[in-house]
């Protein structure tokens, strides 16, 4: 399921992560354990992928409120404007894209 991304052009112009809406310092912070420090390395990889990231690298630390808030602060968005409609599918595709990683892991 692939998500737009209409305020791209404007995170290209960007460089820190807190400058991308709703993503703080915790979150600047929490990227760096996955080696990425610009907006635009959150943009490029996007929230689905990102969140997969910061999810197997610190579980007890990353919760699907990041999803959310990665997804709509590159948006634009609040967090708290998320449709719950939107929050189930992304939790979904998340957390099968989670299981498949996790499945292949075992293997």
């Known amino acids: 399921m692939p998500f737009s991304f209409p305020n791209l052009a404007k995170l290209l112009n960007m460089s820190k992560i807190p400058t991308i809406k709703n993503l703080g310092p915790v979150c600047e912070e929490l990227f760096t354990l996955i080696d990425i420090h610009t907006a635009e390395e959150v943009?490029?990889?996007?929230?689905?992928e990102s969140y997969i990231r910061l999810k197997l690298k610190a579980p007890r630390r990353v919760n699907l409120m990041f999803l959310y808030a990665i997804y709509t602060g590159l948006r634009g968005r609040h967090f708290?404007?998320?449709?719950?409609?939107?929050?189930?599918?992304?939790?979904?595709?998340?957390?099968?894209?989670?299981?498949?990683?996790?499945?292949?892991?075992?293997?």
Do not use: C, H
């Open 43 to 48: 943009a490029k990889l996007g929230a689905i």
């Open 80 to 107: 708290n404007d998320l449709l719950p409609e939107e929050k189930e599918k992304l939790k979904a595709e998340a957390n099968t894209k989670l299981e498949a990683i996790r499945e292949e892991s075992q293997q």
